[in-house]
């Protein structure tokens, strides 16, 4: 089966800093990546979705994301973060397989401080 | 613009009791999906289907049923609540899987406490 690791369950950054999310995925085949977004009392939004064509994924809001198979990771950058960029992330997997099924990380909480 | 409606949006239940959430998509989606979101768990799936009549479990299906009669609708059936199903529930529809897989769009949620 897939499995999804983001590291950090929480992470804070200062407005106009970087913003580094990170997600390892295991799979044996090629996979299907994406980031997905929550703020709060919503449902999940995507943000990026990786699907074997680019490897450098740009989304909403700035965000991007790149598929670096050799380290089977798919983390997400916004090089200035803005208060409005506070919310919970989730990163998930699928592949050619099953592609109808989504494997998600645990999500990370983002914190923008003023 | 509706996209994946779900009602109700909260709801309290005691134990023992049933109850259905409702799930609609407009958009003519094929595949449809129930998650459960606890904390510090991520999403969970629960049941998924891939067309109308076609139903099959996720990874944690126990306590809950699904039915698929038509492409807009999902719902989720809850019998005999337990303590354990207090959760947020998500539902979602995509329009395809494989290489033709846009990822899923969900609806707002349905937060559950059973007591």
């Known amino acids: 089966a897939q499995s999804v690791t983001q590291l950090g369950s929480h992470v804070s950054v200062s407005e106009g800093a970087l913003v580094l999310l990170r997600c390892n995925y295991s799979?044996?085949?090629?996979?299907?990546l994406f980031w997905y977004v929550q703020y709060p009392n919503q449902g999940l939004q995507l943000l990026l979705k990786?699907?074997?064509?680019?490897?450098l994924v740009k989304g909403i809001n700035g965000f991007e994301a790149e598929f670096k198979k050799s380290e089977t990771s798919f983390h997400l950058t916004k090089p200035s973060a803005h208060m409005s960029d506070a919310a919970e992330y989730f990163c998930?997997?699928?592949?050619?397989?099953?592609?109808?099924?989504?494997?998600f990380g645990t999500g990370t909480s983002l914190t923008v401080i003023p | 613009n509706a996209g994946v409606t779900q009602t109700p949006k909260f709801r309290i239940l005691k134990i023992g009791q049933s109850m259905t959430l409702q799930c609609t998509q407009d958009?003519?989606?094929?595949?449809m999906y129930w998650y459960r979101q606890d904390p510090g768990m991520g999403l969970k799936l629960i049941y998924y289907?891939?067309?109308?009549?076609?139903?099959d479990k996720g990874e944690v299906p126990n306590g809950y049923n699904v039915s698929r009669s038509t492409t807009e609708d999902f719902p989720l059936r809850l019998e005999l609540a337990a303590p354990s199903q207090t959760s947020v529930y998500f539902c979602?529809?995509?329009?395809?899987?494989?290489?033709?897989?846009?990822?899923?769009?969900f609806g707002s949620g349905t937060r559950l406490t059973v007591v």
């Open positions: 979602a529809s995509s329009y395809g899987a494989g290489a033709s897989n846009y990822g899923y769009t």
């Open positions: 799979s044996s085949v090629p996979p299907y």
């Open positions: 990786y699907t074997s064509a680019a490897t």
């Open positions: 998930a997997v699928s592949d050619w397989n099953t592609g109808n099924q989504f494997y």
């Open positions: 958009m003519n989606h094929n595949y």
């Open positions: 289907s891939v067309g109308a009549g076609i139903t």
